[in-house]
């Protein structure tokens, strides 16, 4: 069973996920905060994702797979996709990079997701665009809009080839009407298309991916063209969480897999409406929550209180990693699925999941043959044996392992069309040998034919096609041809 376990990311700056509320009372968790962009230290290097100090060198790469880099924002008539804070995305210098490099390079958390990338091939990270706070500002409302729809797409692509991306994940929160819902599914198969169109334009064999988040409750699906969506996206990126909260009569779980009497909302019933409209299993990701929802004044699970309290995210949201409270008894309902700790001296019962719930929400993923699980947000996590995502990987069993793309030679900055080798590559045209001044018959011998699975670096020759081919950077999966900006370069007929 392909499974894969995902992350995503925050803003302009981090890697949150979403949170996303079903009711229209709730609450969004994942919003930048306010205050993200004075986070500073002397040189303004302590800006960390999401004005969190987390930075993208803190992330465990072995347990997931994607990386939702979250979030861009959408211009609301025109479509444009633009960047959030280009400082931290782009421009924030990290000890390791160099003030004094020549050319126009890209840095920031971009430069270091890259990074991570080249490390390990099997990490792929996507640009998510939209969110909470966008999406109710009405930025998606371009689309309706055919033309807006083609903005979005080119500017999105744009952004993905600039930056080094795998793919996109657009986070509408929510169609609220059959003409947004067919909007948003025409948007994604709309940019499946382009995307394979950028990726045969580039040669790429490995396709480029599209994911959207979507809700778990009927605010969040009831006008979607899920059989539309299915065909268009890479995964659904469940939002299995905020089923209960500040919005709600009695405290509650957030995030059950069964029961949830009272709020109406668990992740098999939203689970069983996607599947029997037309999505297919292995194309969902399950969400889960890095963090807690609070309930002050209260007795117990399912009983009145009053008010939410503090937390570390913000009131009455805690990070995973700060849970269970201090002083609180932890009680695990392995029936619904679902955990909380409550702590009786001050009345406070957060709802969030423990490791020993990560781990049958794993099960439960297995079971039902969905993709993998999906994380809201990644700074909330614990570091080692406790982390949730670690937990749910390790259940998994195997995670995805298809590569991603190192390979971007309509990069506007030096350093991602050199694959940080260095040297800039120009764009100039590659040597293109014609028929009259090729040499020809002069052999290629002891030259190996191209393999689409070995990996070439700067230098390395192979044959192919009847020809003598020299790599001028990484590449990888990459039939040679001549092409500009491409990393072959064709030197004579063998
Ligand atoms: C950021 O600015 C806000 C508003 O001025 C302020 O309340 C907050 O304390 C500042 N945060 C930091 C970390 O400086
Ligand atoms: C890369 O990540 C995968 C999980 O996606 C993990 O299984 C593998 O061990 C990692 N490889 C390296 C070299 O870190």
Redesign the pocket.
Known sequence: MPS??KMLSASSSVLLLFSYAFSTLATPVMQRPSQFSNITGPQGDQRGIYGRNFQPQDIA?????HILYSFADCDASSGAVKLTDTYADQEKHYATDSWSESGTNLYGAMKQLYLLKQ?????KTLLSVGGWTYSQSGHFNFVTNAGARATFISTAITLLEDNGFDGIDIDFEYPSSTDQGNGLASLLSELRSALNAHAASKGDTTPYLVTAAVGAGPVGYNYLNIPQMNSALSFFNLMAYDYAGSWSTVSDDQANVYGGAITGFSTDKALTYYLEHGASASKISMGVPLYGRAFTQTTGIRQPFNGIGSGSFENGIWDYKDLPRPGSTVTEDTNNIASYCYDASSQTLVSYDTPNIAVKKAAYINSKGLAGGMYWELSNDKKGADSLVATV?RELG????TLNHLNYPGSKWDNIRSGMGGSPVTTAAPTTTSSTSAPTGAGCSGVSAWSASAVYTAGMQVTYGGYLWTAKWWTQGETPKVQDSYPWTQVRAC
């Open positions: 894969f376990s790469t072995s347990t997931l797979t490390a390990n091939r099997s990490l990987a195997s995670l995805d392992s």
